[in-house]
DNA sequence: CCGACCTATGTCAACGTTGACATCCGCTGT
DNA sequence: ACAGCGGATGTCAACGTTGACATAGGTCGG
């Protein structure tokens, strides 16, 4: 019941009466092993509890870890959660391991986290950027040839690799069908202003929409809230000016849910919603959720395919590779102004 | 532009012109420096972009890698996610590093990422274990001390410690409280039986609640869908039975989502529902659903801290902690029976 | 002015594994 | 009978880092 030390390939060889170099042999299938003593190894294997120590094998071998570092914002948002799940089946075929890291939104927890991930020597970095954060400081990994691929948000102050939705049409298709409805007050809630890529993209998006109708901007349209509690309160503001909107447009999944829970909660259902990515409730809102999907797996997929390209030796300049959107009507998007 | 070797300790010593000993004091403020020494080594580590290789650092010291290893089912799942992010949390303030694999509810998987966990030394072991999956295979690794904690699904066949919701519990008030208001016919919409803990358990609280209240069970009255769309479909057998339930318990977070897509396509907003897990759209649904709500974040925790007692050298037996749940009414379950 | 002592640094080996190369054996072909 | 070959195994060093111990100067108290 002690601590005891766990068996090394030694200690396997020792129990056989062989080399560790023949034990390496057998677990390898390197060389030539006769089939008694393979068998009288793999006998020891088991009797032991041997496993196999990776750090050693890839320090001696040179090689870097069979592991890719991903760092999301949070995993607890289940767009994150869907992206890293996309990256992990295509990392998994190829028999590299995904190691997944959260930074929690901030530039420090991420530098921290992608610090450990090279002090692991993991053979590519996958990143999810925080909100303000740079990426200078991975200039050198570049150089040295390390493949680094951003998602959903591009890197800052690095060029590099980076996969993203197709933010800013996406964003104006969807103000477009709110348009087409015949809304002309149309709000916007999304993240705080200027941090986030996303945002800016989405944003942008909604302009384009506005003047390609000719609609005015009115800066008291546009509300933040980085959270479902924060968006639902910023909706409450759009609807108590004193010209309120008639639709809404909601910047990111969390957003879409504070505005929805903001309408219902004042019971204010003849309000046009469209919301950015798509809720696996939609269609049981009243209601039912008008949204511009995302997808999410794509986006993992799309950049776990770029992340193998580059560890198959593509030597590219950096690619941007956008992955498009759809919008999907319900009905929320398509209830006229009042 | 070649993929040059990454610089090693050695290299920034030579630049210096002191021995790797010297350099590896100065990283790990070890022993006396002389300042102007000190100054000098970090110029060059910054000036080569040298980075510590983890591995050969943990396999000198003999000490496991400072990260814990997470299986999850899926990355997807905001349940888990969540899960992972109350572990993360906790796990990080002792400067650990979690990994997180997901097993895609797949035995084969599960085993194959907890021996590449393993072959890389992670210092613990967390398990939210596949629908019928095997443990045995851990017993040699707590034999030797390897903390290793289940979360929300306890071990197969090996003592260990685990960390559940109160599922059997919760499960028994959310049906009690449809009881409570007139149903005498409820449906139960869960995962296949049998094969997954916290299905049987929530399948048990839902027969005590019957029990308690004299009602009789009713197996045509039990369904299984593992996912949003099996379980709405799921619901709509129940609700074209001859003498169909006038209310609905879902099993878990999936089932409610389809539970209560099959209602609204139905437009049968007057059946009662109660799920299991909480959504974070409930409160904007129509009726805004009742749940017995888990705390998801709080079983992440919980695991954490037991591993971090172990790693601290806890060798008290194995202890199975209980995370309560909690009845939220929104409507959906104080619907009365036609 | 010498030994005790402290500071700053170096030397060496070892962690567990595997590549490069060596060795030993039996068998084949002539 | 002997060279030659291929199969089965062993030996050694090295990957990058650090613990244990050693060394080279300098300071200080008596």
Redesign the interface.
Known sequence: ????R?PTMTDVAREVGVTAKTVSRVLNDDGPVAVETRERVLAAVTKL?Y??????R??RVGAR?A?IGLVVP?????F???V??GV??AV?ARGL??????S?ETAG?EQS?I??F????VSALMVVPAASSDHRHLR??R???LPIVFLDRPAVGLRADCVVSANREGSRAGVAHLVAHGHRRIGFVGDAPASLYTRRERFQGYRDALDGAGLPFDRALVEAGHD?EAAAQATMRLLSLADPPTAVFAGNNLAS?GV??A???AGRKEVAVVGFDD???A????P?LTVVAQDP?GVGAAAAEMVLRRLDGD?SRARRTTVPTRLITRGSGELPPP
Request: net charge positive; proline share 8%; aromatic share 2%.
């Open positions: 019941m002690g601590p005891m766990r509890g496993r196999p120590n990776l750090m050693a890839n320090m870890d592991a949070e995993m607890g948002n289940p994150f959660g869907t890293a799940g992990e089946s998994r391991t995904l190691i997944v890291g959260s929690s927890l986290l610090a450990t090279l002090a692991r020597r050198s990994e150089m040295a040839g479902m849910m929805v829970v309408l219902a909660r809720l696996p409730l269609e049981a809102l009243d039912p797996a030597r």
